[in-house]
């Protein structure tokens, strides 16, 4: 378990409000993240988890709130917006690859046409970062000829090669068989130890214990508790989040 990092605030919300017609699913949203920070979001089904994932790099908008990266408030759209969504690495439930295109073409792609890099300084880059997730050796494939293990592993080096500033996590083991969790999870936690700024929506109660410098529990859109892990999993203080833990921790 790393140490809370004392940093400067990275991602901040502030009175984050989000409604889909009559259903207010994020409900004066108050967060801080601080650089190389892990904070794990968990709770129910419906109770805004990734919808608040989603809102952090407006792939939701919100009806009112503000929510900054490093500083800079969220644009709405346009040049901008694309240039800070470019800082916000996001890694999906589904893996989003290009199916035409190999491994090696869906890591560089971002870097060559975003951040404008040489095709050289990409693939360099790109190899690295493959190997570091260990799919090295699959960079010539197309995604249909890897596992769906593998296919978040290239995902994860996808959204490293741009150098975000924070990586986004919604419920990325939540498709993948459970002999291939681990391998992704692996892959997550070293990243957290070597200080990536991560918010990472998902049901890995382990990984959460693990990584995170910091469990923030959702519940009816709303934060009902943030601690530790250490706090939260043996003293939560929300009857909510004693219920919730009860039906998980005891499957």
């Keep these: 378990m790393t140490e809370r990092p004392t940093g400067e605030p990275l991602v901040r919300l502030t009175g984050v409000?989000?409604?889909?017609?009559?259903?207010h699913v994020l409900q004066d949203i108050d967060?801080?993240?601080?650089?190389g920070e892990v904070v794990v979001v968990i709770g129910p089904s419906g109770s805004g988890k990734?919808?608040?994932?989603?809102t952090i790099n407006r792939l939701e908008?919100?009806?009112?709130?503000?929510i900054t990266i490093d500083g800079q408030r969220l644009p709405e759209e346009g040049k901008e917006l694309a240039r800070l969504r470019a800082d916000v690495g996001?890694?999906?439930?589904?893996?989003?690859?290009f199916a035409h295109k190999t491994v090696l073409e869906n890591v560089t792609l971002g870097p060559i046409k975003v951040r404008k890099q040489s095709k050289a300084d990409a693939e360099k880059r790109a190899r690295e970062l493959l190997d570091r997730v260990g799919v090295g050796h699959q960079a010539d494939k197309v995604p249909a000829q890897l596992s769906g293990g593998q296919q978040q592993r290239v995902a994860?080096?996808?959204a490293l090669a741009m150098d975000p500033k924070?990586?986004?996590f919604d419920e990325p083991t939540s498709a993948l068989d459970p002999e291939m969790i681990n391998e992704v999870l692996d892959v997550m936690t070293s990243l957290a130890r070597?200080?990536?700024t991560m918010i990472v929506v998902t049901h890995e109660m382990g990984f959460a214990r693990r990584a995170a410098n910091r469990v923030v529990f959702m519940d009816g859109g709303r934060i009902v508790e943030s601690a530790t892990p250490e706090e939260f999993f043996t003293n939560p203080t929300s009857d909510r989040a004693k219920d919730f833990l009860s039906k998980i921790l005891n499957h």
């Design 156 to 158: 994860i080096a996808r």
């Design 61 to 66: 908008s919100i009806e009112n709130g503000e």
């Design 17 to 23: 409000n989000k409604w889909f017609g009559q259903l």
């Design 50 to 54: 990734s919808t608040l994932c989603r």
């Design 90 to 97: 996001m890694v999906f439930q589904s893996f989003n690859l």
């Design 166 to 168: 924070v990586m986004l």
């Design 31 to 35: 967060l801080t993240i601080d650089r």
């Design 194 to 196: 070597d200080g990536m």
